[in-house]
């Protein structure tokens, strides 16, 4: 099956099986950060939208903890960095739909986490189509930069198609498991 459909039928899944707006274990995801052994922590996040794992409640858990957080800014060239991000901070939605920083403090993670549309038990992972985190990471040195996935449970498929430009996921978190 290719991306575009394993996209579209896993969007339509989502939307159904996460309308409840289903929590994920934040707690637990807090305490495995806290085992990567890094000097600094700073952590890029995403704001959740379109049915996606709803992350809000470990980003203020991970400020609680002091960790220095940032959300996505994405440019015209297909190209995002990381901005700095407090929870109550304003946020500009952009041309898409995503919810953007204002502030323009820019921030370099060392632990990344991802939305995900779909994945594999093989960490691969399709995104919305665009390739802003795949090329993200190409161009942050990706052996330094610790890759989590977040998704849900009925996000998972048997396998995902890849190429070249696809970069694959260091661990996965649900609501549910991790793999």
């Not at 339509?12 to 289903?22: A, D, L, P, T, Y």
């Not at 952590?43 to 957080?69: D, F, M, R, S, T």
Request: hydrophobic share 35%; charged share 25%; aromatic share 12%.
């Amino acid at each position: 099956m290719s991306k575009n459909l394993i996209r579209k039928k896993i969007l339509k899944v989502r939307k159904k099986f996460n309308s409840q707006n289903i929590p994920l274990k934040s707690k637990k995801i807090l305490e495995f950060v806290k085992t990567i052994k890094l000097k600094k922590k700073v952590i890029g996040c995403y704001y959740p939208i379109n049915y996606e794992a709803n992350i809000i409640e470990l980003i203020y858990k991970l400020q609680n903890n002091n960790y220095l957080v940032g959300l996505p800014i994405m440019s015209k060239n297909f190209d995002m960095n990381f901005y700095e991000f407090k929870i109550n901070d304003p946020l500009y939605v952009n041309k898409i739909g995503i919810p953007e920083p204002t502030k323009k403090k820019k921030l370099l993670p060392n632990i990344l986490f991802i939305p995900i549309v779909a994945f594999d038990k093989n960490l691969n992972r399709i995104g919305y189509g665009g390739g802003y985190y795949d090329r993200f990471i190409n161009k942050m040195n990706s052996k330094s930069l610790v890759k989590i996935g977040i998704a849900l449970s009925c996000q998972k498929v048997k396998q995902i198609p890849t190429n070249k430009f696809d970069k694959k996921l260091d661990y996965i978190f649900t609501e549910k498991e991790l793999f």
